[in-house]
């Protein structure tokens, strides 16, 4: 399989949890989700969660940040369901 990135992944030591506040799943909100952040790049995210998302769903979340501009958006660009009903994904980040 041919990588397609233009950024090198970072994988972190420890994954960080995340809570997202609201997302809207197949038409059912869901509140305070926790996704584990496990490697980032400039351009994308791959994180675990128990949510099944649906690939191109367009998400954003706050991240903790001493700047002004914590908020990331994106859409799902793959999925891979695990075990126990807990899916890893891979977010790319939109510039917009």
């Known amino acids: 399989m041919m990588?397609?990135?233009?950024?090198?992944r970072?994988?972190?030591e420890e994954?960080?949890?995340?809570?997202?506040?609201?997302?809207?799943?197949?038409g059912i909100i869901h509140s305070n989700v926790s996704v584990y952040i496990d490697e980032v790049s400039l351009e994308g995210i791959r994180f675990i969660t128990d949510i099944d998302m649906?690939?191109?769903?367009?998400?954003?979340?706050?991240?903790?940040?001493?700047?002004?501009y914590p908020l990331i958006?994106?859409?799902?660009?793959?999925?891979?369901?695990?075990?126990?009903?807990r899916f890893y994904y891979g977010l790319q980040i939109s510039n917009d």
């Open 3 to 8: 990588n397609r990135r233009k950024f090198d």
């Open 15 to 26: 994954s960080i949890e995340l809570v997202i506040e609201e997302i809207k799943v197949k």
């Open 10 to 12: 970072t994988s972190l």
């Open 54 to 68: 649906e690939i191109d769903q367009n998400i954003s979340f706050d991240l903790p940040s001493v700047n002004n």
């Open 73 to 85: 958006r994106g859409r799902i660009a793959w999925k891979e369901e695990l075990k126990a009903h």
